[in-house]
């Protein structure tokens, strides 16, 4: 069936029939023919934000929650490039969405016009792919492909820019397209010969770790790797976008690795003989100084992405293709090794380990002047609020206090910016998981900088009816800056404090200011009563908060571009590597 109708409509009706729900965005001139449609639609509900960015992380954090592709929209030229840190942020994490901007009109195109911006050429690094529609008889293809592209293989972001002049243009619609990617095939199924290998370098080696990625969890690969790890016994690490995708309570759990990882995470990988590295791509903030990360350790490397394999590290055995198909198939190999009585045996290598864990465990300082602890804010909410809300945060110490001290036992209940590490991601993202799930409680965990960056969105979960929660870790100052500034410059504090000790602006009325409601918490006796009142609240926003102590520091630590081996698990305290001997 076929109809008469111009590219703006159906642009719309190509969102109606991939099944979108939900778009964040702002018109503006150039996106305005497709707004007129969008005013008529039963089907998808158009969220105003107050901020394109914000419209971007709002996205992210409903592709996250829900595991569909988000979908953002802006008009030309400053609009599009307010998206831009969110399209980077979701290509370095992985994440599903379409960005749909306008553009001028053909004509214009190349003239400098009035809020042009060349954004395919500028998101190009940024994308797995961008398209410039100038007939309207392609939006439904163009449409089409932006969703499958961003969905399959390793997902991220579709930029699809859409002239004014293209949208207004009449065109015969037709459902569904013939999607056009003769080049676009990603590989999901691992290699036989190169599963058989992996398998029989785990039966042998005595010091493996399951190195875990966000790839696993974006293969919803979680229940596999809970069955290979209890098949083989190896002790798992999970990076930070890959927390909860194995239990925290599992005992098999070592932590997270990396800069701010647990110590015996961090030693698991450093004195491992073998490293199965799953939907993992050997990030810096884990490797440290890579020439000496895991010295020892042979490598099996699977990931979806063949850029990825031996890209930092080298694998002894590459394996492509996703991780789900991967775990499944490597376990029929394992059980097929110890059915011809070849099992590994990690009693040695776990005494070692659990020696780490427990000489070492995660720790906080604790302030004689009765100052609030941030550690203890998130112990608290850990323990309150429980494992089946989902958690953003944005970047910095409360992002890596969020990771250390709130226990994650689902997958994909912890969302924030790891790759880019974008401030202000948190609040935006979290109104996008809740207005993706709204039945799951939702809460922000925010620092007093990244807070300020795109509160403004306050205003649009207030007007939306979303009521997620927010938890200021409010020290007063840009606190991982200041941190380094502690322990690297002298105490040197240039520009990080953000004066909010004095109030400015104070918190709990700017929260009132939006519609939401605003609680402050100073003291560790109130911490409980709060977060659970927090948590009766629910028909508008909540913002608590916290006044934590500005010197609390996250620990343990590895210093940018020093050696893993050289971690600190408080100031001045290095582990004792020796107890292994």
């Known amino acids: 069936m076929t109809e008469q109708m111009t590219g703006a409509q159906a642009l719309v009706r190509a969102l109606e029939h991939l099944g979108v729900d939900t778009v964040f965005g702002i018109p503006g001139g150039t996106i305005l023919p497709a707004y007129d449609p969008l005013y008529d639609s039963t089907k998808v509900r158009h969220v105003l934000v107050r901020h394109e960015q914000g419209a971007g992380h709002a996205a992210e954090g409903y592709a996250q929650a829900t595991g569909k592709v988000g979908v953002c929209m802006a008009t030309s030229g400053p609009g599009a490039t307010n998206l831009v840190t969110a399209i980077a942020d979701a290509y370095m994490d992985s994440v599903p969405i379409v960005a749909i901007t306008g553009q001028v009109a053909t004509p214009l195109i190349g003239t400098d016009a009035f809020q042009e911006a060349d954004i395919a050429g500028i998101t190009m690094p940024i994308t797995k792919h961008n398209f410039l529609v100038t007939e309207a008889a392609d939006i439904p293809r163009a449409i089409a492909e932006a969703f499958h592209i961003a969905s399959t293989g390793r997902p991220g972001p579709v930029l699809v820019d859409i002239p004014k002049d293209v949208q207004q243009s009449t065109m015969t619609f037709s459902w569904p397209p013939v999607m056009q990617l003769p080049g676009y095939r990603p590989v999901t199924r691992p290699h036989s010969k190169q599963i058989r290998e992996a398998a029989r370098l785990i039966v042998e080696s005595k010091r493996p770790v399951l190195y875990v990625g ?4 974006k293969a919803k690969a979680s229940p596999e790797l809970l069955r290979l790890a209890e098949l083989t016994g190896i002790p798992v690490v999970t990076t930070l976008m890959a927390r909860g995708t194995f239990p925290d309570s599992h005992r098999q759990h070592l ?13 698991a990988l450093q004195r491992s003989d073998l490293l199965i590295a799953l939907g993992t791509r050997f990030d810096d ?13 042979k490598v099996i490397h699977a990931d979806i992405d063949p850029a990825e394999i031996s890209k930092n590290r080298h694998a002894d055995v590459p394996i492509v293709g996703d991780c789900r198909e991967v775990i499944t198939d490597l376990i029929a190999a394992i059980e097929h090794e110890h059915a011809d009585g070849r099992k590994g045996d990690y009693d040695e290598w776990w005494t070692l380990l659990d020696g780490y864990r427990t000489t070492y465990p995660l720790g906080y300082e604790e302030f004689a002047d009765g100052s609030l602890a941030p550690q203890y804010v998130m112990e608290r909410i850990s323990a309150i609020v429980g494992p089946d809300a989902i958690y953003t945060a944005g970047v910095g110490q409360h992002q890596m206090w969020a990771a250390q001290f709130i226990g994650y036992e689902n997958p994909g209940t912890f969302i924030n910016s790891g790759g880019a590490g974008t401030m202000g991601f948190s609040v ?12 799951a409680v939702v809460w922000a965990i925010d620092g007093d900088g990244c807070f300020q960056m795109t509160n403004q969105e306050l205003a649009t979960c207030a007007i939306e009816g979303v009521p997620i929660k927010v938890a200021v870790i409010n020290n007063g100052n840009l606190g991982m800056v200041r941190q ?4 690297f410059y002298n105490k040197r504090y240039s520009n990080t404090d953000l004066q909010t000790v004095r109030r400015i602006p104070d918190f709990v009325k700017l929260a009132e200011a939006y519609g939401c409601v605003g609680l402050r918490c100073e003291r560790p006796e109130d911490v409980d009563a709060t977060i659970r009142k927090a948590m009766e609240i629910n028909d508008v926003p909540v913002v608590i908060d916290f006044v934590v102590h500005q010197d609390a520091m996250v620990w343990p630590m590895v210093a940018a571009g020093t050696s ?8 001045d305290m290095a582990p004792k590597w020796e107890i292994e001997d």
């Open 564 to 571: 893993n081996d050289d971690i600190k698990y408080a100031r």
């Open 214 to 217: 966000g790839g696993v969890h």
């Open 484 to 487: 380094w500034q502690t322990l």
């Open 428 to 439: 935006p993202a979290a109104m996008g998981a809740k207005m993706g799930r709204p039945d």
């Open 255 to 267: 932590g997270m690795p990396g800069m701010h990882g647990s110590v015996s995470a961090v030693g």
């Open 285 to 297: 903030r884990v490797t440290g100084e890579l020439s000496s990360f895991a010295p020892n350790a």
